[in-house]
């Protein structure tokens, strides 16, 4: 994920330990080139098929679904190829292989996938395979569950013949290691970066299907999992209505169910981009709400190929690949304060 924009923490507090939460900033440089696209304010009416779009930065893995797209395949098929070119990029620190690990070192993957027909599938805490997203799609096609976890999901992805690979890279485990020096004299407040990568396609059929994948928060507690692989949260797809998948602090997507939430807004008429502001303001505007310290951003589109984007804080983007150009585009946020 080339210039990704990545997030820093301030503290959240839960269940007696802390669990960082992301805020805003990156290089400075990745600001001043990001200040300079357009932001996406407005609903984008252009309605030509196919179409992909994705969170964040991620024109390599845009470029692939097209790739199929263009070649006559399937929604399903390109956003799978799409999300595993990043899957397989070491240098992406939130996503596959040189995922960021828990706090005990141990990369686990989260990722699930969703069809025209309504079908899904996933997989939670899943280690040791670089592309979760393919083992997320065999679970959907090759047995009757809707959802494998941890080693079963691994012994399952083993069967399907996927390689045992170490995730932990060099980098990550360096970053980890920092990190562990860090929360012994500042045990409250984390720092960490997160994104995961999210993707929406519509085929030359007029068909949605999307996918998402992530290695989840960094130095997350061992267990945990977010929203990236709950269907109706991480990802939603209603092949009548149109698609959503979120990013960020996947805890407060959970409990608004945020990418069902923002189909359903679309099925009542909101257009993509009111629909995922919607949604946003369900997080934000719960009482006491601690938007301040952390992100969240949805990207989605409708049946007619129209597509939106909105996150919390600034300098959340989305990839769009559509009429032979492959841009990102930076997401209106809500807070400007
Ligand atoms: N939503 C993901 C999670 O909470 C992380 C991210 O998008 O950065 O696991």
Redesign the pocket.
């Known amino acids: 994920m080339k210039r990704r924009i990545f ?1 820093k923490n301030a503290a959240l507090t839960g269940a007696g330990v802390a669990v960082g939460s ?1 805020l805003l900033s990156c290089a400075d440089s990745e600001n001043k080139e990001n200040k300079e696209l357009e932001i996406a304010s407005t609903t984008n009416s252009k309605a030509s098929l196919p179409l992909v779009i994705a ?1 964040w930065h991620v024109i390599d893995a845009t470029a692939k679904a097209m790739e199929v797209l263009e070649a006559d395949g399937t929604a399903l098929d390109a956003v799978e190829q799409g999300c595993r070119v990043e899957e397989a990029n070491e240098k992406g620190q ?1 996503v596959g292989k040189g995922g960021l690990p828990d706090r005990e070192g141990n990369v686990t993957l ?1 990722a699930c996938i969703m069809d025209k027909h309504g079908n899904c599938g996933s997989v939670v805490y899943l280690q040791n395979i670089t592309h979760a997203v393919s083992v997320a799609r065999k679970v959907m096609e090759d047995t009757p569950h809707v959802m494998l976890a941890g080693k079963g999901a691994e012994q399952f992805a083993l069967e399907q013949g996927f390689k045992k690979e170490n995730l932990l890279t060099e980098a990550s485990k360096k970053a980890w290691s920092a990190w562990k020096v860090e929360s012994k004299y500042k045990p409250i407040i984390n720092i960490e970066n ?3 990568i ?1 993707m929406l396609a519509i085929d030359k059929n007029g068909d949605i299907s999307g996918a998402c994948t ?1 290695s ?2 960094a130095y ?1 507690m061992a267990g945990r ?4 692989p709950i269907i109706g949260s ?1 990802l939603f797809v209603d092949n009548e209505i149109g698609g959503c998948v ?6 407060e ?1 959970v409990k608004t169910v945020g990418s069902f939430l923002v189909v359903e807004l679309m099925r009542q008429g909101k257009s993509p981009q009111q629909a995922c502001e919607e949604a946003i303001g369900r997080i934000v505007n719960k009482p006491n709400s601690d938007y301040k310290n952390f992100q969240v951003g949805y990207i989605a589109v409708n049946k007619k190929g129209e597509t939106g984007s909105y996150s919390i804080h600034q300098w959340f983007s989305m990839t769009k690949f559509q009429d032979g150009v492959n841009e990102q585009i930076q997401s209106d946020f809500f807070n400007k304060a």
């Open positions: 997030i992301s969170t939130s989260d997160h994104d995961t999210g992530t989840g928060l997350k999992v977010g929203d990236s991480g979120a990013t960020g602090l996947g805890e997507v």
